[in-house]
């Protein structure tokens, strides 16, 4: 197999390129965790309480490879580095996540979701009895917060 020679090519035909690199989805999978760890909420014992982070992403490697291409491909790679943070934070949740990590009406204040989503502090924020917990909660709360800081606003779907 040759190297391909991609300098050779018009700089035209490299924007081409440039333009078709797309995102990537990334999946942070907090796997059926167990709600022992939170007394104050209830799943069904049978119930998927998978929850799975889901968040487009964009390489910037090539503009690594050499000082010309990331002249050329730096504005675009911006720019689609500016929709990216217009995109939602996806939420996926078995069923028995969404009833583990729901306020109960007791504690309608209170939740690892409500601490995902950067909205208060939480108990969960500051220890956690499991560590995937902990790394999960930080992880949502950081691409949320960043997008909030970006746009000023942050768009969360939950997918049940």
């Not at 035209?12 to 167990?34: A, G, K, Q, S």
């Not at 487009?56 to 000082?67: H, P, V």
């Amino acid at each position: 197999l040759e190297p391909f020679a991609f300098l050779n090519l018009p700089p035209e035909i490299r924007v081409m390129v440039y333009e078709e690199i797309d995102f990537t989805n990334h999946r942070y999978v907090l796997p059926d965790h167990d709600p022992k760890g939170l007394p104050r909420w209830k799943a069904c014992s049978d119930a998927d309480k998978t929850i799975t982070m889901v968040r487009k992403s964009f390489s910037f490697d090539l503009l690594a490879t050499c000082k010309q291409i990331n002249a050329e491909a730096r504005k675009i790679f911006e720019n689609k580095l500016r929709d990216l943070e217009f995109e939602p934070v996806l939420f996926h949740l078995g069923y028995g996540a969404a009833s583990v990590i729901t306020p109960q009406p007791s504690h309608s204040n209170d939740s690892p979701l409500i601490c995902c989503f950067n909205v208060m502090e939480s108990p969960y924020r500051k220890a956690s009895d499991s560590e995937e917990m902990t790394a999960f909660i930080a992880r949502s709360s950081s691409f949320i917060a960043h997008c909030q800081a970006a746009t000023g606003k942050c768009h969360v779907e939950l997918i049940l």
